[in-house]
T-cell receptor
Framework: DTEVTQTPKHLVMGMTNKKSLKCEQH?????MYWYKQKAKKPPELMFV???????INESVPSRFSPECPNSSLLNLHLHALQPEDSALYLC?????????????FGSGTQLSVL | DAKTTQPPSMDCAEGRAANLPCNHS???????VYWYRQIHSQGPQYIIH???NNETNEMASLIITEDRKSSTLILPHATLRDTAVYYC??????????FGPGTRLSVLP
């Protein structure tokens, strides 16, 4: 299994809702990532988990809350989002947090905040 | 910030080779060059990577200049399905993948 699976593929939520994005990989990778991508822009790094511990938070607002329950799963909890948070949210994983391993990306969750 | 410079867009005729350049003049000796591509609204897809030597796989070839300050991704026989944004990324140990604007390649029939 060489896939990173993200659910749901599409999500529409109101500004008062609470929702979660899920990401799963079964490649034995120990580093997992959340990226945010606005339309016609490159992906921007949000969070990095290494060995199930949060190692990087790129100054992301607290309305985004990551969670890594185990080495195969990564969640992104969303609460009180703003319309400008509408974007494609990408999950990725790598063998380790090193450059020679490369990143494997999921197909993303397209989020719309109304 | 991204450590690379790429042209914003390129066109290529179907069946011809697509040569995508990337400048990385400040690359360090232990930094790798990676190429990814992203087809509309999908996750980025790994293509190839290298450190010093030229590399080839079933998707593409990567040519790195001897001084390592630039590289070229070659798609030998471009098809319409190769239309995508191509990202060149320079990364060293302990660093994270930072995406620049990339090159939007349009393969024309």
């Amino acid at each position: 299994d060489t896939e990173v699976t993200q659910t749901p593929k599409h999500l529409v939520m109101g500004m008062t809702n609470k929702k979660s994005l899920k990401c799963e990989q079964h490649m034995g990778h120990r580093a997992m990532y959340w990226y945010k991508q606005k339309a016609k822009k490159p992906p921007e790094l949000m969070f990095v988990y290494s060995y199930e511990k949060l190692s990087i938070n790129e100054s992301v607002p607290s309305r985004f809350s990551p969670e890594c329950p185990n080495s195969s799963l990564l969640n992104l909890h969303l609460h009180a989002l703003q319309p400008e948070d509408s974007a494609l949210y990408l999950c990725a994983s790598s063998q380790d947090n090193g450059p020679q391993e490369g990143l494997f990306f999921g197909s993303g969750t397209q989020l719309s905040v109304l | 910030d991204a450590k690379t410079t790429q042209p914003p867009s390129m066109d290529c005729a179907e069946g011809r080779a697509a040569n995508l350049p990337c400048n990385h003049s400040t690359i360090s000796g232990n930094e790798y060059v990676y190429w990814y591509r992203q087809i509309h609204s999908q996750g980025p897809q790994y293509i190839i990577h290298g450190l010093k030597n030229n590399e080839t796989n079933e998707m593409a070839s990567l040519i790195i200049t001897e001084d390592r300050k630039s590289s070229t991704l070659i798609l030998p026989h471009a098809t319409l399905r190769d239309t995508a944004v191509y990202y060149c990324i320079v990364i060293g140990y302990g660093q994270n993948f930072v995406f620049g604007p990339g090159t939007r390649l349009s393969v024309l029939p």
